[in-house]
């Protein structure tokens, strides 16, 4: 199946500082990438939909300028996390859309960014 | 609106014993359905879909399910769990009409009893 990685894979870091986020899909090109927000044992939060070349879409309830979403290529997408607080510490994983040969569209699931902010 | 329901939260079972994850759904219109699972501090991995045509669906590790679109539910069987199945394991919907957003539910954490 198709690929998708996440850069870093765990980060710490110190209140009022920014995070980047790296996801990329290895073998397929991802017009659109999705970012979840997972908490402790809870499911996943759909956090936004980036699409490459324009403005990613947020869900209700999230904050467009706090957590920044750039699609630059259609293999990768990047989550900047502004100003992190506390509060902000979670597991987020990205998806990308991948259509395959068949044209039937599957979600691929990064590994996962565990970011602690202290 | 879509919305996924797993029912149980967790889901004890011994060794090598069948085991089924129960899904239901709502929806208003045609459904795409999938399986994920996902080991402690990792992402999701796909386990099986279902799109269209047959209502059982094999996936990898041994996993089936079978869609039932009379009862809105998309449960997940395996017939012999082994340790290595302990996992979460989630279960999602996306509307199918080219709205690729993803509804999870909230999860089973299956735990293999040795």
């Known amino acids: 199946g198709a690929v998708v990685s996440q850069h870093p894979s765990r980060v710490i870091c110190k209140s009022g500082t920014s995070v980047k986020i790296e996801c990329r899909s290895l073998?397929?090109?991802?017009?659109?990438m999705f970012w979840y927000r997972q908490f402790p044992k809870k499911s996943l939060m759909l956090m936004a939909t980036s699409n490459e070349g324009s403005k990613a879409t947020y869900e209700q309830g999230v904050e467009k300028d706090k957590f920044l979403i750039n699609h630059a290529s259609l293999t990768l997408s990047t989550l900047t996390v502004t100003s992190a607080h506390p509060e902000d510490s979670s597991f987020y994983i990205c998806?990308?859309?991948?259509?395959?040969?068949?044209?039937?569209?599957?979600?691929?699931f990064g590994p996962g960014t565990r970011l602690l902010v202290l | 609106a879509q919305s996924v329901t797993q029912l149980d939260s967790q889901v004890p079972v011994f060794e090598e014993a069948p085991v089924e994850l129960r899904c239901n759904y709502s929806?208003?219109?045609?459904?795409?359905l999938f399986w994920y699972v996902q080991y402690p501090n990792q992402g999701l991995q796909l386990l099986l879909k279902y799109l269209s045509g047959s209502t059982l669906v094999k996936g990898i590790n041994g996993f089936e399910a079978e869609f039932n679109k009379s009862q809105t539910s998309f449960h997940l069987r395996k017939p012999s769990v082994h340790i290595s199945d302990t996992a979460e394991y989630f279960c999602a919907v996306s509307d199918g009409f080219g709205n690729e957003k993803l509804t999870f539910g909230t999860g089973t954490r299956l735990t293999i009893i040795p």
């Open positions: 929806s208003s219109v045609s459904v795409y």
């Open positions: 073998d397929f090109q991802a017009t659109t």
């Open positions: 998806s990308a859309r991948d259509f395959g040969i068949s044209g039937q569209e599957t979600q691929y």
